[in-house]
């Protein structure tokens, strides 16, 4: 019905990004962990290998921090997540019958509010691509990246445009509670600019840890 309706996790960072960077990684080590040592209890989430064209619909919230200072000046970019989750199965549409996992073109519609350095937002949309893979039974590791469009309400130090281009890369992992239905949490790097079309054009580099909950079809 719905289908009918739609046919290294470590990245080195600018100054002031490298501990961040260690700690998200850490966490998201700490968790995979975690998942492992109870899958022996875990079934297998078959709906991963259905033939939907729309196979996740989600949401997914979190917080991310940069740094917009200059000449040593350290000033702290901070947001918080607040996004959706579209996931097409191109398994299907190329084929590839013998991948094990899914592999999904992504749609992430969202609007982030900025606590730092003042009260502003974020809007826009990455489209992107997802690989996830069976790690043991219902936990699923996955990596993602891609690009969109985003509006930034507020003007920083290094960047001097509201319209802007955003490029994302991370990797995460799903955790199926039932067949069709998944939580997640993840590390994501993303990076913010205007391509040189307005200076000053220093882009904006955010580490993020993310989490969010899925339906799949």
């Not at 998200?24 to 078959?46: G, P, Q, R």
């Not at 043991?136 to 996955?142: E, R």
Request: aromatic share 14%.
């Amino acid at each position: 019905m719905i289908e009918a309706a739609f046919c290294d996790i470590i990245f080195k960072n600018k100054k002031g990004g490298g501990v961040m960077s260690k700690v998200v990684s850490v966490f998201i080590l700490a968790v995979a962990l975690f998942f492992v040592s109870v899958s022996a209890v875990a079934e297998t989430a078959s709906v991963i290998n259905s033939d939907a064209c729309l196979k996740e619909v989600g949401f997914y919230s979190g917080w991310g921090t940069a740094d917009v200072g200059d000449d040593g000046a350290s000033k702290d970019y901070d947001n918080v997540y607040i996004a959706g989750r579209f996931g097409f199965n191109l398994k299907k549409w190329l084929n590839w019958n013998g991948l094990r996992g899914s592999l999904l073109f992504m749609v992430e519609p969202f609007v982030n509010p900025v606590i730092k350095p003042g009260s502003e937002y974020e809007a826009g949309c990455s489209l992107g691509f997802k690989y996830m893979f069976p790690l043991a039974d219902k936990f699923y590791p996955y990596i993602e990246g891609g690009t969109g469009g985003i509006y930034i309400s507020e003007k920083t130090r290094k960047q001097g445009s509201h319209a802007n281009f955003v490029d994302h890369g991370g990797a995460g992992l799903y955790y199926f509670m039932k067949d069709d239905l998944a939580l997640n949490v993840g590390y994501r790097y993303r990076h913010i600019s205007n391509l040189g079309i307005k200076k000053p054009n220093g882009g904006i580099d955010t580490n993020s840890v993310i989490a969010g909950v899925s339906l799949f079809y």
